[in-house]
């Protein structure tokens, strides 16, 4: 393999993997990322660990707001209306 | 302007309530969540969320489609609760430049040293998390909100607008008004932390 084609270190790889979920990346990193995760147990757990943190992260959504909050926000509206 | 977007907005303008209602019952959530990352309690932080409707019932009149109307929604809510923080003696989030200090991903003792055969490779690589019921545990819910709560504040909105309450990167940083760049750096420092909170619990 030639020198200024080094396999990506794991070191590397876990400081570029949300510009790599984010599709920031440059395609010739990207490949470069890609070629390494099929080689590395580790990192293939780690980009799996980074998409569940994602996941779980996204199930603290809560859908309403509390209904007395709502209400005073009606009751302004009103207000401002009239 | 989206034409569906126009229509929210004449209706708004118009006095629509059942318009309003429904904003409210759309972006009211993460006006709060986002508000309480700003202020110091839950009650200041509805305080904002209702001082912000007000501001946009307000400004609708004035609204030029320039940005979407979430975005224009967000950044009101964001600059009021800013003066509101800042009020109460908090400092302000994103006044810092986000800078190369250093400030890793994962622990560099987890990977191999320079003088062994595979330098930068995992010595202590991470493994699964098993079973989803597990993941799904209101434990484990626990930590990653948690872990949030532990972040600093520029860090701890990003990754609220973006992995909680769905923002695209676009609408996150024109909300927030700071640079893709800084947007993508505060939200991979937010997500590698709360992965590591995630993997000292579940590991």
Redesign the interface.
Known sequence: MKLFRRDM????L??V???YL?G?MPARDRRRLERHLTA????T??L???R???S???????????PE??D???A???G??S | MQPVETSVVDALRDGDEETFRRLVKEYGPSMLRVARMYVSSRAVAEEVVQEAWLAVVNGIGAFEGRSSLKTWIFRILTNIAKTRGQREGRSIPFSAVVGDESEPAVDPERFLGEDSRFPGHWAAPPRGWGPEDRLLAAETMAVVEDAIAALPASQAIVITMRDVEGFDAEEARNALDISETNQRVLLHRARSKVRQALEDYLG
């Open positions: 270190a794991c070191r590397e876990v400081e993997i949300t510009d984010e920031t590395c147990d580790g990192c757990a780690y799996e660990q980074m569940e943190t994602i779980l992260t996204g199930r603290l959504r809560e859908k309403d707001v509390p909050l709502e005073r926000l009606l302004a509206f009103r401002w209306k």
